[in-house]
C-alpha cells in the first residue's frame, strides 16, 4: 500500500546531538503524528499536528507541519540513549478512516 | 488516560489452533483497528471497526476473523494461520474514524510454529 517518503532510514549519533527526521508525500494530508517504538512494544504517539503550518513541542521534541500539508518533520534535541528506537510519521487524509505510515527512521545514541 | 490494553502479550501456536486475541480500551474511542507489523516496517492495516461494525478490511485472508463485542473490546480470532503470519499484532483506538490521534496498544508477539 501506499507508504509516505521518511528520513532517513536509519541514524548513529552521539549523546547529546539533535537528531532531525522528516516525512514527504505527494498527497495532501489533514493530520500528521509522530510516534516512537521500542523493540516489541506498540507506537506511542509523541506529537499530533492538525494545522499547516503548526509548530509544537513536547519536551526535546518539536515537530511541524508542512505549509503545502505534504510534508513534516521532528526534531529531538540533546539525545539521550533512551531515544534509541524507531520514529514513524504517519498522515491521515479526508477520508480520515486509515493512517499511512511512513518507512520509519530507526535512531541509536552512543552513550 | 489513554491506554489501550491487549492480552495476551505472547502467543505461540500450531497451524491447526484456534486462538483469539483482545484489546480493550476504556477511552469512549468509537474506532477500533487491528495491525500486523513485521520487523522493522511499518504497521500494516488489517481492519477497521466503526461504532462496533466492520467498516474496512484489507483484503485480510479468512483465517483471520475479527469481532467487536462492545465499544470497548475487540477481539481477533485466530485459526489454521501459516508460519508467515508471524508477527506483532497491534490495536489500536481512536475517538471516531474521522481523524484525530491514534493510540495503539502494546502488541500481541504472535508465532506460528
Known amino acids: 500500500g501506499q507508504q509516505l517518503n521518511q528520513s532517513p532510514q536509519s541514524m548513529f549519533i552521539q549523546e547529546g546531538e539533535d537528531v532531525s527526521m522528516n516525512c514527504t508525500s505527494s498527497s495532501i494530508f489533514n493530520t500528521w503524528l509522530w510516534y516512537k517504538q521500542d523493540p516489541g512494544e506498540g507506537p506511542v504517539l509523541l506529537i499530533a499536528?492538525?494545522?499547516?503550518?503548526e509548530l509544537t513541542s513536547n519536551g526535546r521534541l518539536t515537530a511541524q507541519f508542512g505549509i503545502t500539508r505534504k510534508d513534516s518533520f521532528l526534531n529531538i534535541s540533546a539525545s539521550i540513549p533512551s531515544d534509541v528506537g524507531i520514529y514513524f510519521c504517519?498522515?491521515?487524509?479526508?477520508?480520515?478512516?486509515?493512517?499511512?505510515f511512513g518507512g520509519g527512521t530507526r535512531l541509536m545514541v552512543k552513550p | 488516560d489513554t491506554e489501550v490494553t491487549q492480552t495476551p502479550k505472547h502467543l505461540v501456536m500450531g497451524m491447526t489452533n484456534k486462538k483469539s486475541l483482545k484489546c480493550e480500551q476504556h477511552?469512549?474511542?468509537?474506532?477500533m483497528y487491528w495491525y500486523k507489523q513485521k520487523a522493522k516496517k511499518p504497521p500494516e492495516l488489517m481492519f477497521v471497526?466503526?461504532?462496533?461494525?466492520?467498516?474496512i478490511n484489507e483484503s485480510v485472508p479468512s483465517r483471520f476473523s475479527p469481532e467487536c463485542p462492545n465499544s470497548s473490546l475487540l477481539n481477533l480470532h485466530l485459526h489454521a494461520l501459516q508460519p508467515e503470519d508471524s508477527a506483532l499484532y497491534l490495536c489500536?483506538?481512536?475517538?471516531?474514524?474521522?481523524?484525530?490521534?491514534?493510540?495503539f496498544g502494546p502488541g500481541t508477539r504472535l508465532t506460528v510454529t
Open positions: 504517519a498522515g491521515n487524509n479526508n477520508a480520515g478512516n486509515m493512517l499511512t
Open positions: 477511552m469512549g474511542h468509537r474506532a
Open positions: 471497526y466503526s461504532y462496533e461494525k466492520l467498516s
Open positions: 499536528l492538525y494545522k499547516a503550518g
Open positions: 489500536a483506538s481512536r475517538l471516531d474514524v474521522g481523524g484525530g490521534e491514534q493510540y
